[in-house]
């Protein structure tokens, strides 16, 4: 099972950008799928979940408003889109699958995880 995160890159704040990530050897259609970021020196946190069916979604309270969770079953691929992108922002950002459908907001909680993209936002 390989998840493929793709997405980042650097912007300017203010600016968007979506992530995805791209499941692969299994489907996950009925298993939450979860986002992390790690900033600098920082441990990696939480920033949103989904669970299944997919009509339930949590955020962190920094991605609240301006970020997205999504899925496409059909693609095997989970989004996450980020507006109004800040400084603080500036991250790897991490996707994962539980093999469950409830969500977890702890990274532990989560049984596959892809690489990370950087998401780089400049004031």
């Known amino acids: 099972v390989q998840l493929q995160a793709s997405g980042g890159g650097l912007v300017q704040a203010g600016d968007s950008l979506r992530l995805s990530c791209a499941a692969s050897?299994?489907?996950?259609?009925?298993?939450?799928m979860g986002w992390f970021r790690q900033g600098p020196g920082k441990k990696r946190v939480f920033v949103a979940a989904?669970?299944?069916?997919?009509?339930?979604?949590y955020y962190a309270d920094s991605a609240k408003g301006r970020f997205t969770i999504s899925g496409d079953n059909a693609a095997n691929t989970t989004y996450l889109q980020m507006t109004n992108l800040r400084p603080e922002d500036t991250a790897v950002y991490y996707c994962?699958?539980?093999?469950?459908?409830?969500?977890?907001?702890?990274?532990?909680?989560?049984?596959?995880w892809g690489q990370g993209t950087q998401v780089t936002v400049s004031s």
């Open positions: 050897g299994r489907t996950f259609s009925s298993e939450a």
């Open positions: 994962a699958a539980r093999n469950s459908a409830v969500i977890h907001f702890t990274s532990g909680q989560y049984n596959y």
């Open positions: 989904m669970g299944w069916p997919g009509d339930t979604a």
